[in-house]
């Protein structure tokens, strides 16, 4: 059974890289408008239950095949607060060990309103 709960009005993003953290049948879920685009993940981390979404929002590094670090456009990984842990929003993983991901969620858009589907 799915549920659909209302989180936020797109008004309440002020941007990219903005987030708004709610409850979805006790659960606590942020959802993050990135490059336009909405993803929602819950709101703690796989590692020690820290509020994940809380923290700082960064550029994801890589490193390619020559061994070169590489710095991605734009903010899209989270940064546990608690031990720096860093999960991509748009997917979830784990940047650094992909074994571990953070659950996501659908996010709709209706009417100007943002939903997180459950």
């Known amino acids: 059974m799915t549920s659909r709960q209302r989180i936020a009005n797109v008004e309440e993003f002020d941007g990219d890289g903005d987030r708004v953290i709610g409850e979805v049948d006790g659960l606590e879920i942020a ?3 990135i490059d336009g685009k909405y993803y929602a993940l819950a709101n703690y981390c796989v590692h ?3 509020p994940l979404c809380e923290g ?3 550029s994801r590094v890589t490193v390619d095949e ?4 590489r710095i991605e456009e734009g903010e899209s990984t989270v940064l546990c607060p608690w ?3 860093m999960f991509d929003v748009t997917t979830g993983r784990s940047v650094d060990d992909e074994r571990y991901a953070v659950p996501t969620y659908d996010v709709e858009v209706e009417g100007g309103d943002v939903f997180v589907v459950r």
Do not use: N, S
């Open 66 to 69: 020559d061994g070169w670090e």
């Open 83 to 85: 031990h720096g842990w």
């Open 56 to 58: 700082e929002l960064t």
């Open 31 to 33: 959802v993050f408008r």
């Open 48 to 50: 020690q239950g820290g």
